[in-house]
């Protein structure tokens, strides 16, 4: 079992739609959490951490619940700018973990 | 853009040969990550230097080796490589000291093909 899951995807959807990403991690000693964004060929960019009381950037907002290990990210009113790769990533002391990412794609 | 520079972008090799990549951190940022991106992965952490010493490794063969320079710029050297080592290396730097002490900021990374 991977330490990090993902929704598997990819999510095509129109614009304007609402769309949820699902992560679960199998390490409860993990510390910090966050969303990353990768465009085609790009490096990943980091989006926004995730804290338990659950944390909002204008159209994105970001949960964890620790007790079910699991994470998810929303983003509300899509826009074609928001078709990337978005990896879920815990960290534990040195390394980062990712997951495999989950590919969206807004459709015009 | 992060300040976090890779050369070469692209990189063909031949099974069996050997390979350096290299990284520029961002000023200030003392602790550098390898990371190795096969397609359609996520990134997979090799190792860290901090201070030029390795800081912890990853599940990756001796082969994978790497240094940190007293500028904190780094290399990542791959021996007698493999197809399966045909991947993006991503290299991260960390803030000495900053708002969010874990945050790292990924260079563009370096694309290896091996024939």
């Known amino acids: 079992r991977k330490e990090v899951e993902q929704d598997p995807g990819p999510f095509n959807v129109p614009e304007g739609a609402t769309v949820a990403f699902n992560c679960t991690y199998s390490?409860?000693?993990?510390?910090?959490f966050f969303w990353y964004r990768q465009d085609c060929r790009k490096e990943p960019k980091l989006l926004m951490s995730?804290?338990?009381s659950g944390n909002e950037d204008g159209r994105f907002t970001a949960q964890l619940n620790r007790a079910s290990q699991y994470i998810s990210l929303l983003i509300r009113d899509s826009k074609l700018s928001d078709s990337a790769t978005y990896l879920c990533v815990v960290n534990r002391n040195t390394p980062l973990v990712f997951g495999k990412g989950t590919r969206l794609s807004v459709i015009a | 853009e992060t300040g976090v520079t890779q050369s070469p972008t692209h990189l063909i090799k031949t099974r069996g040969q050997q390979v350096t990549l290299r990284c520029s951190s961002q000023s200030g940022h003392n602790t550098v990550s390898w990371y190795q991106q096969a397609l359609g992965q996520g990134p997979q952490f090799i190792f860290q230097?901090?201070?030029?010493?390795?800081?912890g490794r990853g599940n990756f063969p001796p082969r994978f080796s790497g240094l940190q320079f007293p500028n904190y710029s780094s290399e990542l050297n791959v021996n007698a490589l493999e197809l399966d080592d045909s991947a993006r290396y991503l290299c991260?730097?960390?803030?000495?000291?900053?708002?969010?002490?874990?945050?790292?900021?990924f260079g563009p990374g370096t694309r290896l093909t091996v024939l």
């Open positions: 995730v804290y338990s």
């Open positions: 390490n409860s000693a993990s510390q910090s």
């Open positions: 230097y901090y201070r030029e010493e390795e800081n």
């Open positions: 991260a730097s960390t803030p000495a000291s900053g708002r969010t002490h874990n945050e790292q900021f």
